[in-house]
């Protein structure tokens, strides 16, 4: 974690500068978990779980529920 | 300003996600398609009732099947670009190009071929609806479980370079990795629930068209994704000379 980006040369690329985790973590909590809920109602939303009543999502995502390696029914 | 460059990769991330989701789509609908046709036909010829349509087969396959694929794509390709955020500066010494690519290809491998290789993807037919609960569990849990091993995998690999060198750091970094996810294979329970009857053929290639689904939208994200994030974080002359070539737009 300490060591230092190397000086851009001629020669070599420049290494990416990295990130500080602090800047990351806001949005990787909003929007990791934001993203998360997108994949539960794709993936298992009205298969294994229910949050919306009927089997209207379910039927909706049908083709790609299957298609995308997620067991549907 | 790292603040911003986090969001700029986000959002770029986000829509090289649905980039991709769009030749994932083309894929699906060309490749997986007629072989969910023919699998509904054995489920229609072996079923005892009729339900109720819900949706109907043509908006299943077209406008249901978009937005399933679509959202996976964009909500993947956030949590990616959340990834390649981390990643970046952190991988040795990669570009932001090929830092995408290799992120793209071991997201494929960890959170896709992993839990395929033990849960492989179902057609209609396939799968008694009694299991979905533990067939959903099994899945989503092979799913988090490749990804936790194939960060594991990376933090040995960083450890073990100081005193093996990269090369040997990332053989081991590698055998564990399958050494661990065989261990998995072993001991989580198998799941064969396919019909007497079913034909080979069919499920063979609606296995394959499925993992040709998958390997078009992680290899489309990462190109995509990669090109972006080259020019966001390096618009330097060699970025200069790249785009002075006429290159496909990122749409």
Same mark, same amino acid.
């Given at each position: 974690m300490a060591q230092h980006v190397a000086q851009p040369t001629a020669s070599t690329p420049a290494l990416p500068a990295k990130l500080p985790i602090g800047a990351i973590a806001p949005w990787a909590s909003f929007f990791g978990i934001l993203m998360l809920?997108?994949?539960?109602?794709?993936?298992?939303?009205?298969?294994?779980?229910?949050?919306?009543?009927? *089997? *209207?999502?379910?039927?909706?995502?049908h083709d790609a529920r299957h298609l995308l390696g997620f067991p549907c029914h | 300003m790292n603040s911003t460059t986090v969001r700029n990769l986000l959002v770029r991330g986000m829509l090289a996600g649905l980039a991709a989701g769009v030749l994932a789509l083309a894929v699906a609908y060309f490749l997986g398609e007629p072989d969910i046709d023919k699998a509904i036909g054995f489920e229609e010829a072996h079923a005892h009732g009729h339900e109720a349509e819900l949706v109907s087969r043509g908006l299943q396959s077209t406008a249901g099947l978009a937005t399933g &694929?679509?959202?996976?794509? &964009?909500?993947?390709?956030g949590i990616a670009a959340l990834a390649y955020c981390f990643a970046l500066g952190r991988m040795g010494r990669l570009s932001?190009?090929?830092?995408?690519? =290799?992120?793209?290809?071991?997201?494929? =491998?960890? !959170?896709? &071929?992993v839990p395929f290789l033990?849960?492989?993807?179902?057609?209609?037919? !396939? +799968?008694?609806?009694?299991?979905?609960?533990?067939?959903?569990?099994?899945?989503?849990?092979?799913?988090?479980?490749?990804?936790?091993l194939a960060i594991a995998a990376i933090v040995l690999g960083k450890r073990l370079t100081p005193g093996? +060198?990269? %090369? %040997?750091?990332?053989v081991v970094a590698v055998a564990a990795f399958a050494l661990a996810v065989g261990t998995a294979y072993a001991f989580l329970p198998a799941v064969d629930e &396919?019909?007497? +009857?079913?034909?080979?053929?069919?499920? %063979?290639?609606?296995?394959?068209?499925?993992l040709a689904v998958q390997t078009t939208l992680w290899a489309g994200f990462g190109l995509l994704f990669g090109e972006l994030a080259e020019r966001l974080l390096n618009p330097g002359p060699e970025t200069a000379a790249a785009t002075a070539r006429p290159v496909a737009a990122p749409h």
């Open positions: 809920v997108l994949l539960y109602f794709v993936g298992a939303e009205q298969g294994a779980t229910s949050v919306a009543s009927g *089997d *209207d999502v379910h039927e909706w995502v | &694929v679509l959202v996976y794509g &964009v909500a993947f390709g932001p190009r090929a830092t995408a690519l =290799l992120l793209s290809g071991s997201a494929l =491998l960890a !959170v896709y &071929v033990k849960y492989p993807a179902n057609p209609p037919a !396939v +799968g008694d609806p009694d299991t979905i609960g533990k067939r959903t569990t099994l899945y989503f849990l092979m799913m988090l479980l490749g990804a936790l093996l +060198g990269t %090369w %040997w750091a990332t &396919v019909p007497a +009857g079913f034909p080979a053929a069919v499920l %063979w290639r609606f296995r394959l068209s499925a």
